[in-house]
């Protein structure tokens, strides 16, 4: 009982702590000026807000940009990575941990050498579609989190279950699509979530790769935050974190589908 | 089913080595052996999860089907009991309605009725490891393959759940490689069993046989027979060369036949011819009860016996002096 109140403390400076940046940050995107002293602003606006949507604001087309880089970041991680985890988690090759140390070197390699790394590489793929080869650096930079989430969840599968199956008749493809990939959806649903994530807020692989032709939201954003125009660049952190949010819930959505549908009781 | 002088090798250790066996139809044999002598490994390699480094499988009919189910029942946690019993039958692209329909029926055979949507953690143990027989029964197995399939049960689901399976196959006439450390469980289902060491069958007999006749010490001291002594023993006690062949060197008694006799019954009864026999003296080590009675540990100069009492009225104490009397045609008798 003792601990009750003060887990609910706890929680609720937790919660504070995450939700206090974000009160200024919706009151100056919808006013141009709020001066020190003042608690609150004296006129309210929502220009901000109709500048983002207008031509100009341009923050659609880096919704959308972002949206279909993320999206064949992701697929590219499942491609590549489902497979690469499979293998690292089942198999036992030698150089496995030279080769499970090269999936998960972006996590460690600084920044910078990956950049001018992939500046190098830029020019080289400069006849690929703006999308695909910023896509690309995406993969590289996503890559480690996804193949080691699903990595983790194989490890703990084992491979009894599949060796039921095989008995059964089930050849590696059945397998895959009827026992693991069931049993991989929570660390599934994870991965594909940090990627979405983690691809949407890249600005340098972005820039680098497309040559900064290809506006996704962090690229559109980026000038309004050194123009020191508070009003603008709140409304776009604002709205950066929308998709975010909404990812959120829909990850925890999928998940309790999932689950619900595993834990489901006849009657 | 025939095994072809079957090697199997991993990771260049030969686990199974050149070994033959055949398998008749409706048969079941049951391997033994300790702990890494192979039979698990010739169990895969049967059911093609190890490849066979050499020699060959072959059927009487062409071609055979196996079914294997492991000590631990990997049901396929996702799936419902229904959809697990299915599993092969999904594999081998039955129609929904006609698999659902054919795994429904066959619940009844599996003492499943009405737990069909259940899922696996809903179920008990044993109830696991019959949706797991069901799993591998339903695609009719021309040979069914288990790897201590009852190992981790208590004794008393054990027991139920052996004699359901034995009457199970009585019925439907599949055979069984059975694979089990249980003398018990051997002895109350096998037709033939076969005993295995370092991946080579030792033996291949009845069970009578096997405790009768064991091949050698080694396979004595597996089936952890009591009371087993050199023939030089034997014959000390018996004062006298006994009538045995030259390689029969070893001979074992079962500890209900050694007899433990008062002073004054000691002397042939009424005339009655009786056989050769020996009376030894000793005391007693050490008193363990049993179903029966009591398991004594006779110690008989550097020799200890096993020897086993009927009715527990009378409790044996220790350091007690005793006489045993032993039958010479009790004695079973074997080679080194």
Known sequence: ???????????????????????????????????????????????????????????????????IVAAIALL??????????????????????????????????????????MHDFALRLDFLNDYVSTAIAHILVTLPYFVATIWFQYRLMGKKLNEAASIL???????????????????????????????????????????????TLPLVIFPYAN???????????LLFF?????????????????NRKNTNESR | MHLDQVTIKIHQDSIINSLSLSIHPGEIFVLMGPSGSGKTTLLKGIAGLLSLTSGRISWENGIGTTGLVFQEPRLFPHLTVLENIAFGLRVQGVATK?????????????????????????????????????????????????????????????EDLISWLYQLQRRLGFSILWVTHYIDEALSIADRIGIIFE????????????????????????????????????????????????????GWIDSNHLQ????????????????????????????KPNREGYTLTIQSNSETLEVSTIGWSKVPALQESIKIKIMFEHIYWYSE
């Open chain 2, 98 to 158: 006609e698999r659902r329909l054919q795994a429904g029926n066959f619940l009844k055979s599996l003492q499943l009725e009405n737990l069909g949507n259940r899922y696996p953690h809903q179920l008990s143990g044993g109830q696991q490891q019959r949706v797991s027989l069901g799993r591998a029964l339903i695609l009719n197995p021309d040979l069914l393959l288990l790897d201590e399939p009852f190992a981790s049960l208590d004794t008393s689901l054990r």
């Open chain 1, 1 to 67: 009982m003792v601990k009750k109140p003060l887990e609910i403390t706890l929680i609720g400076i937790l919660t504070l702590f995450i939700l206090l940046p974000f009160i200024p940050l919706v009151i100056w995107s919808f006013t141009k000026h709020w001066p020190w002293p003042l608690l609150m602003p004296e006129n309210w606006t929502i220009e901000s807000w109709t500048y983002l949507f207008s031509i100009s604001g341009r923050a659609f087309e880096g919704i959308l940009n972002s949206f």
């Open chain 1, 227 to 237: 123009s020191g125009n508070s009003s603008i660049v709140s409304a776009y952190s």
């Open chain 1, 169 to 215: 008749g089930a050849n590696e493809w059945k397998i895959f699509l009827w026992i693991e990939f069931p049993l991989l959806v929570p660390s599934f649903l994870l991965g594909s979530f940090l990627v979405l994530v983690v691809s949407y807020s890249q600005y340098l692989p972005t820039w680098i790769m497309s040559g900064g032709t290809l506006l």
């Open chain 2, 260 to 287: 433990i006799i008062d002073e004054e019954s000691q002397l042939p009864s009424n005339g009655i011819k009786e056989g050769l026999y020996s009376i030894i003296s000793g005391f007693i080590m050490k008193v």
């Open chain 2, 199 to 250: 991946g080579k069958l030792q033996q291949i007999g009845n069970p009578s046989e096997i405790f009768q006749q064991p091949d050698s010490e080694k396979i004595a001291h597996f089936l952890s027979l009591p009371n087993r002594f050199s023939k030089q023993q034997w014959q000390n006690w018996f004062q006298r060369d006994l009538p045995l062949p030259q390689t029969l060197n070893r």
């Open chain 1, 242 to 258: 929308a998709p975010i949010l909404l990812l959120l819930i829909i990850y925890f959505l999928l998940l309790r589908i999932n």
């Open chain 1, 76 to 117: 590219g991680n499942i491609v590549l990575g489902i497979p690469a985890a499979r293998a690292l988690a089942q198999n036992e090759f030698i150089g496995k941990n030279i080769v499970f140390s090269i999936l998960l070197a972006p996590l460690f390699i600084p920044y910078t050498i990956s950049i001018i790394g």
